[in-house]
């Protein structure tokens, strides 16, 4: 069976299973209890969002073996800029993940799951709504109908091995598509620009003796629901988590993809790396490092202005200038430190250096640093959140007022960011 049909049956399978449970739930008289709030600030867990292993259930008297439960998340922000600046490069591209918008209100994402566990079944559906959903539409998604399923995914548990089938978050990267789970209200250059938001296909997961938690998994490749070349792509990851102060995860993804998912063209090996290793060495502080490395055979190079580079070529038999073509490779390391002052208010430093040597990440071959303070209050199901950043390239490829017609940008960018959101 192909990836997209397994998709299909899942898909379809998830929305039988969480109708039958709500009429299920409907006709329970006893009342389900209610999931406990997440901890404020809580750090990235070790392995990864999947779902653990479910332990056969214990015989119990209730007719219902299952639990079906609602929550979500709303989220608005701004940003506000000094100067005649927009968040964006001269070539139109966003300078940002999510908050692209600067000098007014962005509702970011209406997020609503659904999370099914029915004994050793499993299962999740999460739909977004706003402007986040057009960033994290998967090739083969519409991606400007402010509407997204981010995931929608059944798992099976047998032993210590959890199989996993559908659409689900990718393996990589400290930060995730969901803000409350975040530090910082802006996203990283790594999220945005070294790792993929989603994958789809098959994932096994394996909790191991020793805190050891091991995945194995095929798909689609980055962000693609129904590749045009329907190309397998491999992924795998290995955490060791010995106590809630330390963790290590290391994830690695290879396969063909397409050099641009726009039509079809050229395709490559693409290749991506991730380590995170978190520690906690005093109560209050959380300490975090990620580094990332990717590589796409068969990429156009640019050089610093965005301009493909090019060489002489034959075409027809006749002399003619080619666009070059080649490997590219990209990488990065981002480091976090967050402070817990009280239950309620927290603070977070972000640091951290991103090269794109080809071009094919960011539209320049650049280096991208960026340092972030964040601070949080988190009052029951809402989080505040006030930030400073400032974006430094070693180009000046940042547009301002003076630039609309692809002349020479500017090296820096400071904002201040706004956020709020309430947890459900």
């Known amino acids: 069976m192909s990836i997209r049909h397994t998709l299909a049956t899942a898909f379809g399978a998830v929305a039988l299973a969480f109708c039958a449970c709500a009429q299920a739930a409907l006709a329970d008289p006893t009342p389900t209890p209610a999931p406990a709030a997440p901890a404020t600030m809580a750090p990235k867990p070790a392995a990864t969002t999947l779902p653990s292993a479910t332990p056969a259930p214990s015989p119990s008297p209730s007719p219902i073996p299952h639990l079906f439960q609602l929550s979500g998340e709303g989220d608005i922000g701004t940003n506000f800029l000094w100067s005649a600046q927009k968040l964006e490069f001269t070539n139109g591209g966003y300078s940002r993940v999510f908050d692209y918008l600067n000098n007014e209100i962005n509702f970011q994402n209406l997020q609503v799951a659904g999370t099914l566990t029915a004994g050793n079944l499993g299962g999740k559906a999460q739909l977004s709504f ?3 959903a057009n960033i994290i539409a998967s090739f083969g998604q519409p991606n400007n109908a402010e509407f997204n399923i981010t995931q929608a995914w059944l798992s099976y548990a047998l032993g210590p091995v959890t199989i996993q089938a559908g659409k689900y978050g990718a393996l990589a990267g400290e930060e995730t598509i969901t803000s409350a789970t975040d530090y910082n209200y802006s996203r990283s250059i790594l999220f945005g620009y070294a790792i993929g938001f989603t994958t789809t296909g098959v994932r096994a997961t ?4 020793a805190h050891i938690t091991a995945i194995v998994g095929g798909n689609e490749g980055w962000d693609v629901v129904n590749s045009a070349n329907h190309a397998i792509s491999f992924e795998g990851e290995l955490a060791w988590n010995p106590s809630s102060a330390f963790s290590i995860t290391a994830d690695g993804t290879t396969g063909q993809q ?6 079809l063209g050229p395709e490559g090996n693409r290749t991506m790396y991730d380590i995170i290793v978190q520690g906690q060495p005093i109560a209050p502080l959380t300490l975090v ?6 590589s796409q055979k068969n990429a156009f190079p640019v050089d610093s202005t965005g301009t493909p580079l090019t060489t002489s070529c034959t075409i027809g038999g006749e002399p003619s200038i080619c666009n070059v073509q080649g490997n590219a490779n990209w990488n990065g390391f981002a480091a976090y430190a967050n402070w817990a002052f009280s239950p309620t208010w927290s603070g977070t430093l972000r640091g951290e250096e991103f090269s794109d040597g080809q071009g094919y990440r960011t539209g320049y071959a650049q280096t991208w640093t960026e340092g972030t303070g964040t601070i949080q209050y988190a009052p029951g199901p809402f989080i505040f959140r006030a930030e400073y950043r400032l974006d430094n390239l070693n180009h000046p490829n940042f547009l301002t007022a003076s ?4 002349s020479t940008g500017t090296s820096h960018l400071s904002t201040i960011g706004l956020e709020a959101i309430v947890k459900f």
């Open 130 to 132: 706003g402007n986040d």
């Open 206 to 209: 394996w909790t191991a003796p």
């Open 258 to 263: 397409q050099i641009s998912y726009a039509s």
């Open 289 to 294: 490092l990620n580094y990332d490395y990717g």
């Open 403 to 406: 630039s609309f017609g692809g």
